[in-house]
Structure formats: C-alpha cells, structure tokens
C-alpha cells in the first residue's frame, strides 16, 4: 500500500525531514506493508498544484502553509498576521496545539475538502532585501515578493512596499533578474534557496513566524481502519514535538553558514522601538483580514489570541 506525501520545500528542508520522519515512523509500524512515498518540492508543481492534488485524492497527505493556502481558505490566514503571535516561540507552538485551535481548523478544512492534522511553526520571518529596511519608510516603492494569499499583499502595501506575490519556485530567479528587492522567508528557507546569494541584508524584523499545517485527504481517512488512523494520529503528535526542536536546529546553523559564505552580508535585527513602527503600520492589516476572513476569521483570531495568552502565563 503507498501513501502519497506532497512537500512545499525542497530536500533537506524542514518539511522534508518531517515527511522522512513521518515514512519511517510509519514504514516501522506498519511491518512494511504501507510503503509511504514524498514527493519534495517541484516535483508536483507549485503549492497550488499540490492542494489541488491533495483536495482530488491523488495525494494523500500534504504540507499546505497559509501563505497560499488562504486563498481558498481565507481563515487561515490568521496565520500570517504580524504582530500577533509571541516573542517567545515556545508560547506559540503551545498555542498551535491548543484543542481549540484545532477543533476550530478540523472544522474549517473539512468545509473545503481537506482533513487538517498538523499546525507546526518553522521559525521566525526574516527579510532579505537589496537595501537596508528599518523603518516602514525604507519600504518605500520597494518591490517584495511575498506568498500568494491576499492578505500578505495587504500587510506590505501598508508599509509602502510594491508587493509582488509569486510562488516559492520563482523566488531566486525574480531576485536575481531584480524583478522583485527583496523576500521573506525564515532562515532556512534563505539558506537552501540561496536568496542570500541575490540579496544584501537579512533582517530581523521579528513580526512572524512561518507557520505551515499537514493535511490529508479525507477520502484517504475515511478509508483507513480505526488502528491506522490512530496510528497516523499517534505519529503526527509525536512529530509535532521533534520538529520544533529540529526547526530551531536548522534556523540556527543555517544562519551561521550564511555568515560563514558571505561574510558582507548585513545582518540586523530591529529594536523595540524600529519594532513599535511597525506593529503600528500593521493596523490595516487585521482590518484586511476581517474583510477577507469574516465573522469566522474573528472567531478564529479570538481562539487563537486566548491561547496565545493562556500560553504565556502557563510558560
Ligand atoms: O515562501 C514560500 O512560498 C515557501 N516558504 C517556505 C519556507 N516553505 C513553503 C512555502 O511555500
């Protein structure tokens, strides 16, 4: 039996070592009679292509972050909003597994043919820009590429950026042609796309983090028997805590092998204060997000702030 499992990223990433812990951890279990196979990123298409393929049947399972999947699900995009998550990563990956959190997700991905198992965080947002930003202003006119959901379109307009959404695949080369000045993405990810290679600075804004959900298809679950599915449950809880330590592991080391290869790159993390102009220039962008995400969106972002909060205290 082959279970399909679709990634965003590329080999050696941080998707793909979760998919190849999530084969073995199966492969293990299951005597060898589930053989489950991923398919790393390109190989299936855009993470469009893949949604697409995950919502028809063809996959199984499938990474699917917010920052394109809220076009379909505009909720989701709560995800995305700056400011609005922790300082303190730990909170936030408490948050994410809240019970609430989840209910409210399951609920919402099944509306659109999706079964949701997973919300993981895969490290804080960085950019990587071909001038210096500090201050909302240094966006000015700036061309950013940003992942396809409209909300992130709506976050850097309002800080005076040209925001150009585009898929992941497409991102090194519109740097390189300077079609786009500058991405974001979190630290990893700069290293193994080598969007360091095209840009000069990589700042910390610390405004986000990069959150991606696993999913699965439900005709997929609906023909599992019970202990498998238990078995899929069990193995997915047990990933949700390795990859955050594994996550933190690789933005680590990957940020010193790019100080390592190109020592003349900027780095630069915002202060409290260059922080505070920012949060405030974010204000358009929950208003963005009710008009996008409704009633539900307010509901979703409510649950998601009350963990985050109960989170904080408990830490
Ligand atoms: O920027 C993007 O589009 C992608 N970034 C990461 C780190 N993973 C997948 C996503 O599609």
Redesign the pocket.
Known sequence: EIWRFAI??TQG???DTYAKRFEQLIEERTDGEVDVVVYP?GTLG??DHILEQLHNGTLDFA?S?P??LGKFIPEVQVFLLHFLMSDDEAVNICALQKPEVRAFLDKLYLEKGLHFLSAIS?GAMAWTTREAVRTPDDFDGMKFRV??SPLLIAAYEAYGASPTP???SE?YSALQLRMIDG????V??IEEMSFYEVTDWLIFPNHAY?I?TVAGSPKFFERLSPSRRELVEHVINQLQGEIETIQQRFNRKRLESIEERKPEMNVVRLDEAQRARFREAAAPMRKKFIELAGERGQQLLRTLRAAVTDCAARN
């Open positions: 965003e990223e990433s941080v998707q990123y855009t993470s990474m972050s920052g394109h895969e992942m396809t585009l898929p992941y991102v991405q974001v993405n979190p990893f990810a990069f991606a």
